[in-house]
């Protein structure tokens, strides 16, 4: 089983030619709407990738819960695990440019009422795999990686988005996830040592006995476990909209990691789901299926 605790978000889209500068209006070409929300997009992408997967988060009492839950829904993800809040279903504001770069605005809303005590909905146990991300209190976040360690799950945390205060639990996570900015913010907070990424990689794992993986968009994936490096290519594609790539990311590592899979293994199918992710627009509406996962590293052999 995989558990996700984590957001859940409405995504407010908007497509634009080129992105603003500070205090520029741009006009905008169209507008959708689709769920999202970090934790949302790593539980639809670890139920696409085949995985029984549960959700713990909180939606508002309002026109916006049902959907962003629609398609973890359709998705048979288990949803007991989701409460409702007083506060707004949680919103992100997306501007998408020509060139599949984005600029978001996160809106916690219901997010920030998942608390520690809500850990207990998740019922951990020994051989689960555990999602979390930084778009819910940071207390919990802690408290599932400690009640994970205590139930003998395993812990993958996406360090997305950078929090500071953050880096002090990092190392209680099995597999911090990061992208490169991310993980050169946390290098400085944490004073890793090394001349380039890689050595900082390295000295996490070794200071902290766990693994780090920092994702480079269109150059890969590196991992540094206190054992071993490696480095991941990522597949050759023109993006066309990059929202919901790294949650893709770890939504299928996750699930690789729940049937076994070596982590090389296990990091070039995520890699994989991540770049084809990236070939239609929205967070969700654009996580890859388990087939087409399948054929494309079929077609990349």
Same mark, same amino acid.
Request: charged share 20%.
């Given at each position: ?14 497509? *634009? ?14 507008? =959708? ?22 959700? *713990? ?12 839950? =629609? ?79 205590? =139930? ?140 087409? *996962? ?8």
């Amino acid at each position: 089983m995989i558990i996700i605790v984590g957001s859940i978000n409405l995504d407010l889209i908007a497509n *634009v030619d080129r992105l603003p500068e500070p205090g520029e209006t741009v006009r905008g070409s169209s507008f =959708a709407t689709a769920p999202g929300g970090k934790g949302a997009n790593q539980a639809l992408a670890a139920a696409r990738a085949g995985a029984q997967v549960r959700m *713990v988060g909180a939606v508002g009492k309002d026109s916006f819960a049902a959907e962003a839950l =629609a398609l973890l829904k359709a998705g048979n993800v288990d949803l007991s695990g989701v409460g409702e809040s007083f506060a707004s279903t949680g919103t992100a504001l997306i501007l998408v440019g020509a060139d599949g770069e984005n600029v978001i605005a996160v809106v916690p809303g219901a997010n920030d009422s998942v608390v520690p005590g809500d850990v207990a909905k998740a019922y951990l146990k020994k051989g689960d795999v555990v999602l979390l991300q930084h778009e819910i209190p940071l207390q919990t976040v802690e408290a599932t990686l400690d009640a994970a360690r205590a =139930a003998g799950a395993v812990s993958v945390l996406n360090t997305a988005p950078f929090r500071s205060e953050a880096a002090g639990f990092l190392g209680k996570a099995d597999y911090a996830v990061a992208n490169e900015t991310e993980f050169d913010l946390y290098g400085e907070a944490l004073s890793l040592s090394g001349r380039d990424r890689p050595a900082r990689m390295r000295d996490y794992a070794q200071k902290t006995g766990r693994a780090i993986v920092v994702t480079l968009g269109g150059d890969g994936v590196l991992a540094a476990t206190p054992d071993d490096f490696l480095a991941i290519p990522a597949l050759k594609i023109t993006p066309v909209d990059t929202v919901g790539a790294g949650d893709t990311f770890c939504g299928y590592f996750g699930a690789g990691l729940s049937s076994g899979l070596p982590l090389q293994e296990a990091l070039t199918r995520a890699a994989v789901a991540g770049s084809l992710a990236c070939l239609k627009p929205g967070a969700q509406p654009a996580i890859p299926l388990a087939k087409d *996962v399948d054929a494309a590293l079929a077609a990349a052999r």
